[in-house]
């Protein structure tokens, strides 16, 4: 049988004979046929082997032909004779390879035999695939999820193709892995057959099951048939494109096709495929690969991966990749920089490489930092992860670990997220994995240095000293000075050659040389340099190989610094005088050896390579020391910049605790933590700072801190539960510790979380009471105090921590040590305020209080503690301790008013007593105050008595305040809630008052019946008993003849005659007092705000003025239509020059304007300048204020006209800096399309009433903040004459000019870019030829006045002057916010014509219209007598008046704080 199969590139060339020798199938049988002659040719194979292929080919090639009518069945029995056939020929071919060759008959067929079976192979892999990777209807209906979809295919098919598709695979690996070559003549295999296997083989790859763990052993069997075909039949040019072609278009093949080059490269040692491939995508140009974004990504996966599998064989390759870092898409720079890391990682990680592969290394690593400033966020965070892989996997060479921690420190201030994170990241593992120390103390780091770099300095004179004999280093120094010195001659003897032909021609002396020498020298060393600064110089000059410049100015310097010289002089072997030894130039040339020698080996920046080279040198005695020494300071010097530089990273990291991105907060959280545990100082400022966190709404932010407390606070090493819990208490004292006032408030939420968690178990509470009653030795005072208070705020989650230990607080907190310790008194109070019950939830009726008899220890304690230290003047601590123990009287108390009712009257009596016993016989006492009216002299040696009378009355107006605070709040809530509780307790008996008196309320009206059918009985009780307490609050605590009646007047005259009572402390105490009475009476407090405004502007105390302003916020929630009139005032204390003051302005008027307290007007203008205040806590409170009013539906754009006319105003305003600043953070709330479209019209009609070049430029500026569709500019044309004259001026026409650019850029990104275009080009036109007519007219004008200057000035007549003057003048018009002791009297002019429309550049909430609306008349002529009244200081209190202001025919009334004239 003499023919040649041809392998097909379609089946039905099988069909068609075009050559002679050619196979051809005869017949193709029917799906009849096909089972009978399948059995037939199972049963020749038994007995004839694979050459039963040759004659019943045509049997297997009938089934790829009907396989779309054949049953499932039919085709696995056709698969499996298939595969018997391969592995029955693989076993032939491998016994006859082996032996003598083949005749040419024999090789024919044989050849004939690989060509067939290998096609039916191919083929009906291919088609079984394909029809496994269909799934039937049943499973798109039932199958959920691979595995069930794969169990139900073996179950309707009988067959496990993931199986079976193994099976035929091996078969086909078997059989090319024979040495199949020796069949073709010439021993090259056709092209068509490698394509057919590779096909196959690459098909196979496109499943998207191929990527799955279950196809492991497939791939592997598939890499290897490619690894084969590539080294044994020449495919890897076509392997390398191929394998390309399918990663740009198949995503989940990067990694199973980098597992086929790993076996082509490594096990079967072909480099060119990986050669070939990296340079084709080398060749990829930047334009291809930004449009096909997903076949760049799928590359950049590949290559990636590649480098992860085997680095050492792409490192020789990288040539070919480098030029994508400079490309245009990020994708392929992150593709490199992956490559270059897993490079590093893997390759570059030795100790041991040499000077060219040290170079390769540094070239990666300066690429790396390079592109941490990558204009692509991406690629800086992906190189942020690669310097993070690089770390951990302790690949980072010591002479970068420095300069990296300083890079990753300027992108701690990215403005990308992502970046931001890698950076948290990448300095936290910084630390972690740092080579330096497991604690870093910055300070101590630094003495050590110091000290160590000072003992080897002093090591190196001495080696000098003795002439470096047996130091290597001194003696390599020595070789390098003698060549040194050997040049410096020879330029020395060249110079002074052509000196000596210059002097012979021009037949000058020794002397003018001299000379020469001396103004050489004077012009080298100026007045500015000193001993050092010309030491480095000549150093820097013998660095540079200048020879003659550098004896030139060590001569210098040894004439200008003699006493340099002197010990090179002294040691020189002569002894001539000094004076001559300068002039020697051998004795210059001995100063500038011992300088090189001296500033060589003192230099400490030695390289790691040549300490490491030192140190290995046997040495002994003083060089191995010195060398020793050497190694240490290096080191120190390297640990103490690692610590300086990440050091400045704590500040930044502060900030970013406060970040609205989760990511942020989680990231700097973690390295504090890492921080703390390494000991760094600064780290304690980011630990207080994390605190607050314990409030916030994410969940992630507030576990997170909770975990971080628990491993810095809650994670000891100890050996039993005692020592764990000792150290537990101790570390929490630690954080107790110098906390504020906020952070208590937030130590006390970490401490109830700790407590609910379990963290905090019995045995350390048993430890903290044991602290606190100091039973545990070593334990001091402070310690005590920090006990129980943990203590309290352990309560706060659990009572009976304290419920159970109310007689040791007595006996410890308010024992005897509390009579002396006021600290621990305030906070055992602390702690007795928990034993109330817990807060009730809205709506639910309050349970029965804990409440403790009048006579119980603890009331008579505190009493006994108050009264006794009333008079310890020393002690600062009573105040708040009174405040404390008030508020625990009346929370625990049965009768509070008649435990304080007590207190106050003793110490009274107290202050009166002290006051008589001090007070000297002869001085006058004024009866209303009981005090001195003479304030002693600092010569008086009643000084000191009068100053502790004050001190005492300090207190007593203070605990009077706290009473009558505390009493109010006692009635409005305790009292009413317990009202309410046994109304309800009546209720839910079934015994209700209008049960009871049934009989009695017979002749009741209807009404009430009905009432008490609807349930209003109850509201009406309710509303009842409220109004009782407030009359009650009102008339019978500070007013009224009560203890706190009469002192009602003292506090009023402490608080007016601040001149008499000059006490700083005093007056804070009288006006917190005052405050606090106010609070509780609204007849008390409208006969005293005029006094309490009066002390806020005129007191010189900016600590009274903070507390007035709380107070004033407290007053407007109580009493807030008797406050309004007064806001004013409160606005102008944001203008204070205290921070404090500006700072609690902003965060009570921020309270009132976002609870809807106060209404949002003009005087919003001074909230906008916070935005811009020097101090960073006030700038970022504005922010937050305005960001949240944003969110109160059109509020920003409701305040924006009048915002912008007060700030641009240049009387009243800001500069025009800080204006942008403000209206560029303010316009960024404005983005509705609506509110850009009327606030551009607004805001050109105002262009017609600026009044100076200012507001021209503030107004356009606006206009360039709003964004612009074609509504927006149909309105910027309309009202183009508006702005029209004004665009002469640079900087205006440049704002018009950025909205057109703008607007252009936008327009080209959006649908309607269209019919924006010409509107654009109109306005652009339009904006040009008005800005040129306006630079001509001033050129005009300019010419024309010289021109005048030049001929005779024209007479100008009395009418003109005054037409001109008129025009000049402008029209100002008032606001009703502008109510402001500073505010300028309006004068106006006064005429019998008719008023003209006017316009105010001023605005207020009612002047909206007026001012936008041009053609309007303004009938504002009438002229207010109290407007022109001038503020005049006072001592007397304010007074406030009502103003009287007619606009559009209608009179409203509004307040003014003027200052009474003394009469």
Avoid at 793 to 801: F, Y
Avoid at 819 to 832: G, H, Y
């Amino acid at each position: 049988m003499t023919f040649e199969f041809l392998i097909p590139v379609a089946r039905d060339d099988l069909l068609n004979k075009t050559n002679v020798s050619q196979f051809v199938v005869d017949e193709v049988l029917s799906p009849r046929e096909l089972p009978g002659a399948l059995h037939e040719l199972k049963t020749n194979l038994r007995t004839h082997g694979a050459r039963v292929i040759l004659e019943n080919f045509d049997v297997l090639f009938s089934v790829l032909c009907l396989q779309r009518d054949l049953a499932h069945e039919l085709k696995e029995d056709a698969w499996e004779l298939v595969v018997n056939i391969a592995k029955s020929l693989s076993n032939d071919l491998a016994n006859i390879l082996e032996d003598e060759p083949p005749v040419a008959e024999e090789k024919r067929n044989n050849l004939n035999m690989v060509k067939m079976v290998c096609y039916l192979l191919c083929q009906y892999m291919e088609m079984l695939d394909a029809d496994d990777s269909k799934p039937s209807a049943t499973q798109l209906v039932n199958a959920k999820g691979r595995a069930k979809t794969s169990k139900m295919k073996k179950a309707s098919t009988g067959m496990d193709w993931d199986e079976e598709r193994g099976v035929g695979l091996k078969a086909l690996l078997h059989l090319v892995s024979l040495n199949l070559h020796r069949l073709w003549d010439p021993p090259i295999p056709d092209e068509e057959f490698v394509n057919l296997v590779t096909n196959c083989c690459y098909k196979l790859f496109e499943n998207p099951g191929m990527s799955y763990a279950s196809a492991m052993e497939t791939r592997q069997v598939m890499n290897r048939i490619l690894a084969v075909m590539v080294k044994s039949y020449n495919h890897s040019l076509g392997c390398s494109l191929k394998l390309v072609q399918l990663v740009q278009h198949f995503e989940h093949l990067a990694v199973p096709l980098a597992q086929t080059l790993q076996v082509i490269t490594e096990e079967f040692g072909v480099k060119t495929v990986l050669c070939e491939i990296t340079r084709e995508i080398g060749r990829l140009a930047p334009e291809d690969a930004a449009k096909d974004s997903s076949g760049t990504r799928n590359c950049s996966t590949f290559l990636v991966e590649i480098a992860d599998r085997i680095p050492a064989y792409v490192l020789p390759n990288m040539s070919l990749l480098l030029c994508h870092l400079d490309s245009e898409p990020y994708i392929m720079r992150n593709c490199v920089l992956g490559v270059i890391g897993e490079i590093l990682m893997k390759v570059l990680n030795k100790d041991s490489l040499d000077d060219k592969t040290k170079a390769t290394r540094d070239q990666f690593l300066d690429n790396l930092e390079d592109h941490v400033h990558d204009t692509n966020a991406y690629v800086r965070s992906k190189c942020l992860q690669i310097w993070i892989a690089i770390v951990n996997e302790k690949c980072l060479p010591l002479s970068r670990q420095v300069s990296l921690t300083t890079l990753v420190v300027g992108r701690l201030q990215d403005k990308s997220s992502s970046v931001r994170k890698q950076a948290l990241q990448l300095i936290t593992n910084l630390f972690k994995c740092n080579p330096y120390a497991a604690k870093f103390s910055v300070k101590e780091l630094e003495q050590s240095y110091e000290s160590e770099a000072e003992k080897l300095k002093q090591m190196m004179r001495e080696e000098v000293e003795n002439g470096g004999q047996g130091n290597p280093m001194m003696e390599k120094l020595e070789t390098e000075w003698q060549t040194m010195e050997i040049k410096i001659n020879e330029a020395l003897l060249d110079e002074g050659e052509s000196q000596d032909t210059e002097k012979a021609e021009s037949g000058d002396e020794e002397e003018e040389g001299s000379q020469k020498q001396i103004k050489t020298s004077d012009a080298v060393i100026t007045d500015e340099d000193n001993l050092d600064s010309v030491t480095a110089r000549v150093m820097s000059l013998l660095k540079e190989e200048k020879w003659c410049a550098a004896h030139k100015l060590m001569t210098a310097m040894v004439m200008t610094y003699p006493d340099s010289s002197k010990e090179a002089s002294q040691e020189s072997e002569r002894t001539d005088s000094q004076e001559s030894s300068q002039e020697d130039g051998t004795n210059i040339i001995q100063c500038l050896k011992k300088l090189f020698l001296r500033q060589k080996s003192i230099n400490l920046e030695l390289s790691e390579d040549a300490i490491q080279s030192q140190m290995s040198e046997d040495q002994c005695g003083a060089v191995s020391d010195m060398s020793k020494q050497q190694v240490l300071v290096w080191y120190l010097r390297d640990t103490l910049a690692f610590g300086v530089e990440t050091e400045k990273a704590f500040p930044i990291i502060c900030r970013l605790l406060g970040s609205e991105n989760v990511s942020d907060v989680l990231g700097a959280v973690d390295f504090f933590v890492t921080g703390f545990k390494f000991g760094l100082s600064s780290a304690m400022q980011g630990v207080r700072r994390m605190l607050p966190l314990i409030w916030s709404k994410e969940s992630g932010v507030k576990d997170a801190v909770v975990d971080a407390y628990k491993k810095m606070y809650l994670s000891p090493e100890g050996n039993s539960q005692r020592a764990c819990a000792l150290a537990i208490v101790k570390n929490l004292t630690a954080l107790s510790y110098g906390v504020t006032i906020g952070d208590l408030t937030s130590l006390e939420g970490l401490m109830m979380e700790l407590m609910k968690t379990g963290d905090l178990n019995s045995t350390v509470m048993k430890i903290l009471w044991e602290r606190f009653t100091l039973k545990i030795p070593d334990t001091s005072a402070e310690d005590s105090r920090s006990a129980i208070l943990l203590l309290s705020m352990a309560a706060g989650a659990d009572n009976t921590v304290v419920r159970s230990n109310i007689n040791v607080m007595v006996s410890e907190g308010l024992g005897p040590r509390a009579e002396s310790d006021f600290i621990l008194a305030r906070d055992t109070c602390l702690a007795l305020l928990k034993l109330s019950n817990s807060k009730r939830m809205k709506g639910q009726v309050a349970s029965k209080p804990f409440r403790l008899p009048q006579d119980h220890e603890i009331f008579t304690r505190l009493s006994h503690i108050l009264v006794k230290g009333v008079d310890d003047t020393e002690n600062r601590y009573w105040i708040p301790l009174a405040e404390q123990a008030v508020k625990v009287i009346y929370k625990l108390s049965n009768h509070p008013d008649t435990v304080c009712g007590e207190i106050i009257r003793k110490v009274i009596n107290e202050f009166q007593r002290i006051n008589e016993a001090d007070k000297p016989s002869d001085t006058p006492v004024d009866t209303a105050s009981d005090t001195p009216t003479d304030t002693p002299t600092e010569d008086d040696p009643s000084a000191s008595v009068s100053q502790k009378s004050v001190v005492v009355l300090t207190r007593v107006l203070s605990l009077a305040g706290q009473v009558a605070f505390s009493q109010m709040v006692y009635l409005e809530s305790d009292v009413l809630d317990e009202l309410k509780r046994r109304r309800a307790g009546k209720e839910d008996s079934g015994v209700t008052p209008a049960r009871k008196n049934k009989n009695k309320a017979r002749e009741s009206s209807t009404s009430e019946g009905i009432e008490e059918e609807l349930g209003l009985a109850g509201a009406a009780a309710e509303d009842a008993e409220a109004e009782y307490i407030r009359k009650v609050c009102e008339r019978d605590i500070v007013t009224g003849k009560t203890l706190l009646g009469a002192l009602a007047p003292v506090i009023v005259a402490v608080c007016t005659n601040q001149a008499k009572y000059t006490d700083p402390e005093l007056q804070s105490a009288a006006s917190l007092a005052l405050s606090k009475f106010m609070m509780v009476s609204s007849e008390f407090c409208d006969t005293n705000l005029q006094l309490l405004f009066t002390i806020l502007e005129k007191t010189s105390h900016a600590t009274i003025r903070a507390n007035i302003i709380i107070a004033l916020g407290d007053l407007t929630f109580r009493f807030p239509n008797m406050i309004e009139p007064w806001t004013p005032r409160i606005y102008a204390r944001l203008r204070d020059e205290s921070t404090l003051v500006r700072q609690n302005t902003l965060q009570v008027l921020t309270h009132l304007i976002l609870d809807d307290m106060v209404k949002v007007k003009g005087q919003i203008s001074e909230m906008a300048t916070c935005l811009v205040d020097h101090n960073e806590k006030i700038s970022s409170s504005a922010k937050i204020f305005f960001t949240e009013l944003s969110k109160k539906g059109n509020a920003i754009y409701n305040i924006m006209p009048d915002l912008i006319s007060r700030l641009s105003d240049p009387d009243v305003g800001v500069d025009e800096d800080h204006f942008r600043t403000i209206l560029r953070y303010l316009f960024a709330f404005i983005q509705k399309d609506r509110q850009c479209e009327s606030l551009v019209e607004k805001l050109c009609q105002r262009f017609r009433a600026a009044r100076n070049e200012r507001q021209w430029r503030d107004l356009s500026f606006c206009l360039s903040m709003l964004s612009y569709n074609e509504k927006s500019l149909r309105k910027l044309q309309e009202n183009f004459m508006c702005f029209a004259d004004k665009l002469a001026d640079d900087d205006v026409y440049s704002c018009f000019v950025s909205i057109i650019s703008k607007t252009q850029s936008i327009s080209k990104l959006g649908p309607k870019a269209t019919a924006v275009a010409p509107l654009l080009t109109e306005l652009e036109e339009r904006l040009e030829r008005c800005h040129n007519k306006g630079m001509e007219d001033d050129e005009i004008a300019q010419k024309a006045s010289q021109a005048s200057q030049k001929g005779k000035t024209p007479h100008k007549t009395p009418a003109r002057k005054g037409k001109a003057g008129r025009r000049a003048k402008k029209v100002i018009s008032d606001s009703e916010d502008d109510e402001d002791e500073n505010k300028t009297p309006i004068v106006r002019r006064q005429t019998q014509r008719k008023a003209k429309p006017k316009v105010s550049f001023d605005s207020d909430e009612e002047s909206d219209l007026e001012l936008f609306d041009l053609d309007k008349s303004c009938t504002e002529d009438s002229q207010e007598s109290a407007s022109q009244k001038t503020l005049e200081s006072s001592d007397e209190d304010l007074v406030p008046v009502k103003k009287q202001s007619t606009r559009g025919g209608k009179k409203k009334s509004r307040p003014l704080l003027i200052v009474n004239s003394p009469r």
